[in-house]
C-alpha cells in the first residue's frame, strides 16, 4: 500500500531536549492529520491542519502546515517522558476521503 | 471523543482456520470505516475501506478473498481473515469517521497470532 515518508524515522532526546518530525509528501494535501501511539496502544488523534502555512499549538506541541500544502512538522519543546511515543502523520488528497498513514517517528525520552 | 470498540482485543489460531474482528462504533453512526494492518514497529497500512451497504474498496495488493468485509450496519463492521497461514499474523487495527475530513476513532486493535 501507500506510504508517506517521515523524517527522522527514530530520535532519542534526553528529557527537556526539543523535538521535530516531518512529514512530505509529494502531491498537494487537501489536509493533513497528526497522530501518537503509544508503545502498545492504538493511535490518538492530535490534531488537524487544513490551511496553507497554518500553525496550530497544543500546549508544548507545535503544528505547521507548509505553504505549498505538501509537509508538515510537528514540534514538542522540551520533551518529557510521557511523550515517549511514535507520532504519525496522516495525509488526505483532494478529492478522497481516505487517509495514508506516514512512516511513523519513534520518539524516545531519555531521563 | 467518539468511542470504537474492537473485539477481540487478541487472538491465536491455528493455521487454516478462519478469525472474524468486529468493529463497533459505539456512539456515533459510521457510514465509512477503514482497516489498517500493522507490524512491530511499522506505520499503519490502510487495507481496505468499508462502506455501509456495499462493497468495500480494497486496496492495492490487498486479496480481498482472504480478507472479507462486511459492513452490516452504520455501527458495525467486521474483518475475516480467511484460511489463516502464520504470514497473516499481525497487528488489525480499524477506524471510524463521523464525517470527510474528520478525526479519525481508532479501535484497541485486535493482535492475531497464527500457529
Known amino acids: 500500500g501507500q506510504q508517506v515518508m517521515q523524517i527522522p524515522q527514530y530520535q532519542h532526546v534526553q528529557e527537556g531536549e526539543d523535538f521535530t518530525t516531518y512529514c512530505n509528501s509529494s502531491?498537494?494535501?487537501?489536509?493533513i492529520q497528526w497522530y501518537k501511539q503509544r508503545p502498545g496502544g492504538h493511535p490518538v488523534f492530535l490534531i488537524q491542519l487544513v490551511k496553507s502555512g497554518e500553525v496550530k499549538k497544543q500546549k508544548r506541541l507545535t503544528f505547521q502546515f507548509g505553504e505549498a500544502k505538501k509537509n508538515s512538522s510537528l514540534h514538542i519543546t522540551a520533551t518529557q517522558t510521557t511523550d515517549v511515543g511514535t507520532y504519525f502523520c496522516a495525509l488526505a488528497t483532494s478529492g478522497t476521503y481516505k487517509y495514508i498513514f506516514g512512516t511513523g517517528t519513534r520518539l524516545k525520552v531519555l531521563a | 471523543g467518539a468511542v470504537v470498540s474492537q473485539h477481540p482485543s487478541w487472538v491465536i489460531c491455528k493455521s487454516g482456520t478462519s478469525v472474524k474482528i468486529e468493529c463497533r462504533s459505539l456512539d456515533f453512526q459510521a457510514t465509512t470505516m477503514f482497516w489498517y494492518r500493522q507490524f512491530p514497529k511499522q506505520s499503519l497500512m490502510l487495507m481496505a475501506t468499508?462502506?455501509?451497504?456495499?462493497?468495500?474498496?480494497?486496496e492495492q495488493g490487498v486479496e480481498k478473498d482472504k480478507f472479507l468485509i462486511n459492513h452490516a450496519s452504520l455501527t458495525l463492521s467486521t474483518l475475516t481473515v480467511t484460511s489463516a497461514h502464520p504470514e497473516d499474523s499481525s497487528f488489525y487495527i480499524c477506524s471510524a469517521r463521523v464525517g470527510i475530513g474528520t478525526e479519525a476513532f481508532f479501535g484497541q486493535g485486535t493482535r492475531l497470532t497464527v500457529v
Open positions: 502531491t498537494t494535501l487537501s489536509n
Open positions: 468499508s462502506n455501509e451497504g456495499s462493497k468495500a474498496t480494497y
